[in-house]
């Protein structure tokens, strides 16, 4: 079964629009570590945040924000004000105890922002 | 710093061949491990090391075998290459502290099997 889900495969907007991936994850561990990766068209990943299951609070980094919430098992990634260069497929990971912390990844979200 | 480098960057197997994919990692991580990406299905967890001497397998690990005789290095050997093996490879480390840490990507291989 899918342990991460990002239900949006692709996202188009334009440049200096907000917009939110969306990230659904499911554990039974009640330890747990969630991450955000973005792959620009390069190819290489980016690590770009870690949080633990203990910590619910929101982060904000720049134009990056990530909102933690537990009860709908979700962690959601907004970028503020877009700009091309946010152009990535953007990966959402789970992380847990049972498989020795391996990273397991959602399919990812393809962004494409547009002048 | 070097950080994770994998070797080759692109290579092209016939069916049948077997290779071994490098990796290296110079930031004496305990924590190394093995991803295939393919289009639309994110990146899976072929094999993963703890450290040196301990493997385990991922999510995807057929036709695939491991060694971590270092703590610097985990190949990644293809035993009898099939097209279905097509894919891009990512190596990983990061320093294995009893939790989940920030994993350092190696630049990837692009493997073509025909």
């Known amino acids: 079964a899918q342990k991460v889900t990002q239900a949006q495969t692709e996202i188009s907007v334009v440049e200096k629009e907000d917009v939110t991936l969306d990230c659904v994850y499911e554990?039974?561990?009640?330890?747990?570590?969630l991450f955000w990766y973005k792959q620009p068209p390069s190819g290489e990943l980016v690590f770009l945040i870690r949080?633990?299951?203990?910590?619910?609070q929101n982060e904000i980094s720049g134009r990056y924000s990530w909102n933690f919430q537990k009860s709908t098992s979700s962690f959601n990634f907004t970028i503020t004000a877009s700009q091309v260069v946010d152009s990535a497929v953007y990966f959402c990971a789970l992380s847990e105890a049972g498989n020795g912390y391996a990273l397991n990844f959602g399919k990812g979200t393809s962004l494409l922002v547009t002048p | 710093n070097a950080g994770v480098t994998q070797t080759p960057k692109f290579q092209v197997l016939k069916t049948g061949q077997s290779m071994t994919l490098q990796c290296a990692q110079d930031m004496n991580h305990e924590y190394m491990s093995w991803y295939r990406q393919d289009p639309g299905m994110g990146l899976r967890l072929i094999h993963y090391s703890v450290g040196a001497g301990i493997t385990d397998q991922g999510e995807v690990p057929n036709g695939y075998n491991v060694s971590r005789s270092t703590t610097e290095d985990f190949p990644l050997r293809l035993l009898s290459a099939a097209p279905s093996q097509t894919s891009v490879y990512f190596c990983a480390s990061s320093p294995y502290q009893g939790s989940a840490s920030e994993a350092f990507f190696g630049q990837g291989t692009r493997l073509t099997v025909v």
């Open positions: 949080r633990n299951s203990f910590d619910e």
């Open positions: 554990t039974r561990d009640t330890t747990y570590y």
